[in-house]
Nanobody
């Protein structure tokens, strides 16, 4: 059964950096539109990074643009979220997600109707 397995996360001081990993299969990393989301207690789930599979187009919301970078290593079948200059408001549970099929390959994450796979989530805590 195909899964998304996340790793990374933890406690970091404000201004620090973390890298999250999302391991899948080479096929998924290559062919699926992939996204990173986060959800803090009492808040809505928020997209923080997106990579469209058809052309590799990326999208970041203003809240993380310039600080977060999403990348993929097809050979390692892994998608990454590099987070720099972390702020207290970045604290949340982070999830990776994957959406397959031709239609989703043409969509940015906000256009994906239903995600096929979700990672198990990983906690990011930003505190001094």
């Amino acid at each position: 059964q195909v899964q998304l397995v996340q790793s990374g996360g933890g406690l970091v001081q404000p201004g620090g950096s973390l890298r999250l990993s999302c391991a899948a299969s080479e096929f998924i990393v290559r062919q699926y539109t992939m996204g990173w989301y986060r959800q803090a207690p009492g808040k809505e789930r928020e997209e923080v990074a997106c990579m469209r599979s058809s052309d590799g187009a990326m999208n970041y919301p203003a809240s993380v643009k310039g600080r977060f970078t999403m990348s993929r290593d097809v050979a390692k079948a892994t998608v990454y979220l590099e987070m720099n200059s972390l702020k207290s408001e970045d604290a949340a549970v982070y999830y990776c997600a994957a959406a397959g099929g031709w239609s989703n390959s043409q969509r940015m994450c906000s256009e994906v109707v239903q995600w096929d796979l979700w990672g198990q989530g990983t906690q990011v805590t930003v505190s001094s």
